[in-house]
């Protein structure tokens, strides 16, 4: 069955994102594979509320919000997702009774949502300087009607499936996810094959941010030389 | 607990000072509009406008719904601004009441202007009409919010493209975007806001203030106008009270600067 953009089933979207372009923010990124972008601003550390003050480590907070409408549960979940994945990913033991705060926001989603906004808040954490064990990045892959796998499904493509898998792995080598997310009837030859494509595609877009990242580095040095 | 900081004395006398003489502290003239940029995005509907450092995005959707029972032949315009945390980890009251001055902004400029015809949005009168909802979101914050989210709102809403309806009676067939193209809206005029800041006792003015500046301001203003130099709107709400002629001195300021940010805007909008 092809896709209707062509593309294989193991081939992701164009990737693209831009490091630093918000003021305010310690950090920021935006995010693109395709149609589907996400902007994410990180502050931290910052001042944190009493409440939430933690006494050995930062607290993580995410604030993640649809480009229409008012952010519904759907959201809350992804907000619970990027924090998950990032609280043991974050170094916050270097900054105790602090804040890191994690602001996603949509700008366009056309599928693979949650995926981009682990992207983008990898990129965004790099870009305000907040020490990581590791950096994480995560695709989707859908099994389709017809029991074929595909990667980064478009919004389309992510509607009409059976079910639905995102991965996140960060670029420790480990074999073990940094996040999984999987809805619908499958069988578990099917989850395995998930896995698998889904761990090529991290790989791809992971060399892609190291690139960007280095990109940025390269720039930020030969501007102050 | 990061509080939205108020400018130090200092910084709050050095503008005045500058101001006196004529100059503003990040090297402007008076009536000088910061650089605009509007980008749009590959769907339809989205806007993001940077102006200086100022970034808005706006996003326009529309779905099927009922009317107002008053209004039956009328489609529903809805406006949402947002102040995304992006611009402050935590979002105060002061913050909060700017969220609610734009969103007012808004509707008076692009609703009540009657920008937008809403007769065009009815499918079956008294039964299902278009709403448009347009969701703006703040995510940088450095002043002037009003008029980056104004022309944001206006190219988001021309740019974007709704699908194409065959009304037979009283059924009507919603044809699928990849079936028939998309149509747009229907558009009367383009408003667009110029918007001044007052400092000292009312007689030092500014167009296009920075953070800075509208955090020191005394009084501010702002003139809505659309392409034919017509005023749609003047907002002025509270501050220091102003003269006839310097409201009159702002709107023919704002007549000038109409021409150049509506250039900006046909080129956004034209693609």
């Known amino acids: ?225 | 607990m990061v509080a939205e900081t108020e400018p130090s004395n200092i910084e709050t006398q050095f503008l005045l000072e500058a101001l006196q003489r004529g100059q503003r502290t990040d090297g402007r003239g008076i009536y000088d509009y910061r650089s605009l940029k509007i980008t749009g995005g590959s769907t339809p509907g989205l806007v993001t406008v940077q102006l200086g450092q100022t970034r808005v995005m706006a996003r326009v959707s529309c779905a099927v719904t009922r009317p107002y029972p008053d209004r039956p032949t009328e489609g529903i315009v809805q406006f949402n601004a947002e102040l995304s945390s992006l611009c402050a980890p935590h979002v105060d009251h002061t913050l909060r009441s700017q969220e609610v001055t734009v969103t007012r902004m808004l509707e008076r400029v692009l609703r009540q202007s009657r920008a937008i015809d809403t007769e065009a949005l009815c499918i079956v009168a008294g039964h299902k009409v278009w709403t448009l909802r347009v969701d703006v979101h703040i995510l940088d914050h450095a002043g002037n919010l009003v008029d980056a989210a104004a022309i944001a709102a206006i190219c988001a809403l021309r740019r974007f493209r709704r699908p194409d309806v065959t009304v037979d009676g009283e059924t009507a067939v919603i044809h699928d975007v990849r079936d028939r193209n998309p149509v747009p809206l229907s558009i009367h005029h383009t408003p667009v806001c110029v918007s001044f800041a007052f400092f000292g006792a009312g007689e030092l003015m500014v167009l296009d203030p920075s953070l800075l500046e509208e955090q020191s301001r005394v009084s501010w203003f702002t003139v809505t106008l659309n392409a034919h130099k017509e005023v749609c709107a003047l907002n002025k709400a509270g501050g220091v009270p102003l003269t006839h002629e310097q409201i009159k001195r702002c709107v023919q300021i704002a007549v000038a600067k109409v021409d150049e940010i509506n250039e900006k805007i046909q080129d956004a909008v034209n693609v």
């Open chain 1, 1 to 225: 069955m092809a896709r209707p953009d062509r593309r294989d089933p193991t081939q992701i979207r164009a990737l693209h994102c831009v490091l630093g372009q918000l003021n305010r923010v310690d950090g920021s990124a935006q995010f693109s594979a395709g149609d589907t972008s996400v902007l994410c601003g990180v502050y931290g550390p910052v001042d944190v509320k009493l409440y939430d003050e933690k006494l050995d480590r930062a607290h993580i907070e995410v604030k993640f919000r649809p480009d229409i409408g008012v952010p519904t549960t759907k959201d809350k979940w992804v907000e619970d997702a990027v924090r998950s994945t990032f609280e043991r990913e974050i170094l916050g033991q270097l900054h105790p009774r602090t804040l890191v705060q994690i602001n996603v926001q949509v700008c366009q989603g056309d599928g693979s949502v949650d995926a981009a906004a682990i992207n983008a808040t990898t990129l965004a954490l790099i870009d305000a300087g907040i020490p990581l064990r590791a950096m994480v990045a995560a695709a989707t892959c859908v099994v389709r009607s017809d029991h074929s796998i595909i990667v980064d499904p478009t919004q389309e493509e992510a509607d009409s499936a059976l079910s639905t898998h995102t991965f996140a792995f960060s670029n420790l080598q480990t074999n073990s996810p940094a996040y999984v997310d999987s809805r619908g009837e499958f069988s578990i030859d099917e989850y395995n094959a998930c896995y698998d494509m889904c761990m090529a595609a991290v790989d791809r877009t992971l060399a892609f941010m190291r690139t960007a990242v280095e990109g940025k580095i390269l720039k930020e040095t030969q501007t102050a030389l």
